[in-house]
């Protein structure tokens, strides 16, 4: 059984770029949720999808938007990079009632130059 | 809002060496809480949970109480190994039905385990 698995593993962009990080989740999971980790920092909250909706936002901006598929996929979009923005992104899936164990992907580690 | 706060590291111990990593929290009611643990290179894996006052969460060694009343979860372990070595990452979920399971994370600690 797969566990949550995100592509691509390093990604590397300038100021002002636009990018997308993708998410699959864990098999039976129905929940999709993204977070931001600084380096030396733990993980902040950015939103979660559940039915294809946003369900639930974090203190960022617009410029992170997110997609979740039928298949219960995600995609994480963020525009006009800044370099604060270099960070690892993490997807967690999960299902069921909210405090059932979210699972985590590796992690995508985005670098804004 | 809810907030996390854990002990300053990194922590540097000898194999076989008690383990504490403090953590407190401030959130309404009674949150959900979580110890992660994240190894070079890895995504976060769950380590151990409580979600009620006074349970006991328990794995691998690791143990960890929650109390309400001083809002604590401390992370222990009797006797660490080298392959202990990681980040260590303390987080709630809130109670009620609208957080829909939204983490919120600690600093982190990174612990060293020599030989």
């Known amino acids: 059984d797969a566990g949550v698995t995100q592509s691509p593993t390093h990604l590397i962009k300038t100021r002002g770029q636009q990018v997308t990080l993708r998410c699959s989740p864990k098999?039976?999971?129905?929940?999709v949720s993204w977070y931001q980790q600084a380096l030396g920092q733990g993980p902040q909250f950015i939103f979660q999808?559940?039915?294809?909706?946003?369900?639930q936002r974090g203190n960022f901006p617009d410029r992170f938007s997110g997609h979740q598929f039928p298949n219960y996929s995600s995609e994480l979009n963020v525009n006009a990079l800044l370099l604060g923005d270099s960070a690892l992104y993490l997807c967690?899936?999960?299902?069921?009632?909210?405090?059932?164990?979210?699972?985590f992907g590796p992690g995508t580690r985005l670098t804004v130059l | 809002g809810d907030s996390v706060t854990q002990m300053e590291g990194p922590v540097t111990l000898s194999e076989e060496a008690f383990l504490t990593i403090n953590c407190t929290y401030t959130?309404?009611?009674?949150?959900?809480l979580f110890w992660y643990v994240q190894y070079p290179g890895e995504g976060l894996q769950l380590l151990l949970k409580?979600?009620?006052?006074?349970d006991k969460g328990s794995n691998k060694g690791f143990e960890a109480t929650y109390r309400k009343e001083t809002t604590s979860f401390h992370l222990e372990k009797g006797s660490v190994q080298v392959s202990d070595s990681a980040v260590y990452f303390c987080?709630?979920?809130?109670?009620?039905?609208?957080?829909?399971?939204?983490?919120?994370f600690g600093q982190g600690t990174i612990l060293t385990v020599h030989p």
């Open positions: 959130a309404t009611g009674y949150p959900s």
């Open positions: 987080a709630l979920t809130p109670a009620g039905g609208t957080s829909y399971g939204k983490l919120t």
């Open positions: 967690a899936s999960s299902w069921g009632t909210p405090r059932r164990e979210q699972f």
């Open positions: 098999s039976g999971h129905d929940t």
């Open positions: 999808y559940y039915e294809e909706e946003e369900r």
């Open positions: 409580a979600t009620k006052a006074d």
